[in-house]
């Protein structure tokens, strides 16, 4: 959205720069303070994805399992061969 009102209001500008309007000396003040508070909104979004990823970069992620030994499984199959897995 930043982006979009930048652009918007870089346009109204130009076309201010070469008319004597009062009205489109209005929408282009208008156009600017939009894009301005888009970007201070902008701003402060980035700012708060830094600080969550910064709390997130700090907490302990544990990935450990307890996953059991399968060689008894492995010993039946490989060495009786049932119909029917244990």
Not at 21 to 33: E, P, R, V
């Amino acid at each position: 959205l930043a982006s979009t009102d930048t652009d918007h209001a870089a346009k109204t500008e130009l076309l201010d720069i070469f008319t004597k309007s009062k009205a489109i000396s209005l929408w282009s003040s208008y156009a600017s303070s939009s894009a301005q508070r888009s970007f201070q909104e902008a701003k402060q979004a980035i700012n708060n994805l830094n600080q969550a990823l910064a709390v997130v970069a700090e907490e302990k992620l544990d990935y450990d399992a307890d996953i059991p030994i399968d060689i008894l499984d492995l010993s039946v199959d490989l060495f009786f061969s049932p119909n029917m897995d244990i």
